[in-house]
Structure formats: structure tokens, C-alpha cells
């Protein structure tokens, strides 16, 4: 995996749990705990909001928004997929919100792929 890779990885998971240790990220990413050390204190001095304290872990203050998430065609495939099993079962309001979603994904699928995948959308 390349660095910068890793150090969104490290982002994101610090992102999705309240509270993340260092021997959890290295178990997740594959690497040594020195790493992990290294990779969050680089990202600390390039201005990313993580709040650490040894022997507890790490958490994202709040309000920190990263730029817009590039997909791999199957990932955009399993969205698209998750949306229209869970859209007729979403009040009015969500369902709108996936559709947005799903349009924003299906806008940067491959043309081909796009077409297979494209659900009815719900419009109300």
C-alpha cells in the first residue's frame, strides 16, 4: 500500500470509531506500531484534527470534513446495489438523499456500468 494510501486509510478509520488505539490501526493496516506513531503525527503536522493520548487512542475532533471519497467500480457497485434494496423501505425525505447519493455515484461509474446499474430512482 502506498503512504499516502495508508494515511487516508488511517483518516478514515480514526473517522468511523469514537475512539481508535495504535495497536488497532496497526493490526488493521498491517503494520508496525512505530508506524502508526509516525503516520498520525505526520498527519497531525499537516493540519488533520486528531486528538491522541497514550494508553487511551485516538479520536477526530469534530467538524473535520475530507474531500470527496473516490470509489472503485465494485464499491460503487455495492452502494448502488444497497441503495435500491433499502430505498422502498426509506421515508420520503431519505429516500430523496439516496437518490442524490446514487446519482452522484452513478455520474463517475464507467458508462457501461452505469447503465446496468441504473435503479428507478424515487422522485417525490
Known amino acids: 500500500m502506498r503512504r499516502a494510501d495508508r494515511l487516508f486509510q488511517v483518516v478514515q478509520l480514526i473517522r468511523g470509531r469514537r475512539l481508535t488505539t495504535a495497536e488497532w490501526l496497526a493490526a488493521r493496516l498491517e503494520v508496525s506500531l512505530r508506524t ?3 503516520d498520525v503525527a505526520d498527519l497531525q503536522q ?3 484534527p486528531i486528538d491522541g493520548e497514550a494508553g487511551v487512542g485516538y479520536r477526530m475532533r469534530a467538524g473535520f470534513d475530507l474531500p470527496p471519497l473516490m470509489f472503485t467500480t465494485g464499491q460503487a457497485k455495492a452502494l448502488v446495489a444497497c441503495v435500491r434494496l433499502a430505498q422502498p423501505r426509506l421515508d420520503t425525505t431519505l429516500a430523496r438523499d ?5 446519482g452522484k ?6 458508462a457501461d456500468q452505469a447503465a446496468v446499474n441504473r ?6
Not at 98 to 102: C, M, S
Not at 105 to 110: F, H, K, R, Y
Not at 119 to 124: A, D, E, G, Q, Y
Request: glycine letters at 4%; charged letters at 15%; a neutral charge.
Open 119 to 124: 435503479p428507478l430512482l424515487v422522485r417525490t
Open 98 to 102: 439516496a437518490d442524490d447519493a446514487l
Open 36 to 38: 502508526v506513531y509516525r
Open 46 to 48: 499537516q493540519g488533520v
Open 105 to 110: 455515484i452513478l455520474a463517475v461509474l464507467p
